[in-house]
């Protein structure tokens, strides 16, 4: 009996999602669900939908922290002086990777979801952030500089979810960024700015030739694949400011989904599709909200949460 709770939770959001479904106008009335003084970034759904992972500086330093999707009191994941963020979970829920290191992000790490020991997965002599997990666990693609300085070049690896030998997906003298694992494990979404801006790109799971999937004028950044794998939100400023948008995951037609003076970007997906979580500082601070969406129709919103935001 207690198996059935979240998918009674699940059924509960879709529901209340879709009752309240309407076409957007401008503007949008997202309702913030909780804050702290500083700054609270990454959010991430567990997969089953009852959690989200977050790093968090409440505590003096940026750690990985644990909410309720329905709000209420976080419990911290990682301590210790470093700078931890950027937590993604593993596709059976057991895991979450993270980028930790000495001022900023420095390599990959990875840390049971039920708190315990992190295990240092990459050792490369630059940095490494931005964790995708591959779904079926066995995998976790990067983005890394390996030169060792935030202006460096940036490109796309993949190492072994338990550690071992890095495998170069993405590599070119344009920086590649933020991979995004599609969910049947065949391509890898990311931005890049080889077009002269930044631009969404897949490419298969393997490394190859990269398809560019937006052509806009503005920057298109930061994909998060849909849990069915038909949509990729991201985050693009060509309406004046960021703001979340959704396009096909083939490419096509993007709708805009968020439209607040206050910057909006860093989409998160929840488990059942029907919400994205993004960060947005229109409060005046960086926070996390949520957004209800029906395919590529953007519909009325309900918020939860916290951010996904700095260091970028």
Not at 185 to 204: M, P, Q, T, W
Request: net charge negative; with cysteine.
């Amino acid at each position: 009996m207690p198996r059935l709770i979240p998918c009674l939770v699940v059924f509960a959001s879709a529901l209340a999602c879709l009752m309240a479904s309407h076409t957007l106008a401008l503007g949008d009335t997202a309702t913030l669900l909780a804050a702290a003084p500083g700054f609270d970034v990454h959010p991430s759904w567990s997969p089953n939908g009852d959690l989200v992972a977050f790093s968090s500086d409440r505590s003096g330093n940026l750690d990985v922290w644990l909410i309720p999707a329905t709000g209420g009191t976080a419990t911290q994941l990682t301590t210790g002086p470093a700078q931890d963020g950027q937590p993604a979970w593993s596709h059976d829920g057991s895991k979450i990777a993270f980028a930790s290191g000495g001022n900023w992000y420095g390599h990959i790490w990875v840390i049971p979801s039920t708190g315990g020991t992190a295990t240092q997965i990459t050792t490369n002599p630059g940095t490494d952030a931005w964790p995708s997990w591959s779904p079926d666990g066995s995998k976790i693609a990067f983005e890394t500089n390996q030169g060792g300085q935030w202006t460096a070049n940036w490109d796309i690896w993949v190492v072994p979810a338990s550690g071992g030998v890095v495998t170069p997906i993405v590599s070119d003298l344009t920086s590649d960024r933020a991979p995004s694992w599609s969910p049947d494990g065949s391509k890898i979404a990311f931005f890049s700015d080889r077009s002269g801006n930044e631009d969404i790109l897949v490419v298969s799971a393997s490394g190859g030739i990269a398809t560019q999937l937006t052509t806009n004028a503005a920057d298109d950044a930061y994909p998060a694949w849909s849990p069915d794998g038909s949509k990729i939100a991201f985050e693009s400023n060509r309406s004046g400011n960021w703001d979340i948008w959704v396009m096909p995951a083939t490419g096509g037609t993007a709708a805009q989904v968020t439209n607040d003076p206050g910057d909006d970007f860093d989409a998160s997906w929840s488990p059942d599709g029907t919400r994205i979580a993004f960060s947005s500082n229109r409060s005046g601070n960086y926070d996390i909200w949520t957004i209800c969406v029906s395919g590529p129709t953007v519909v009325d919103k309900t918020t939860w949460g916290h951010i996904k935001a700095m260091f970028r």
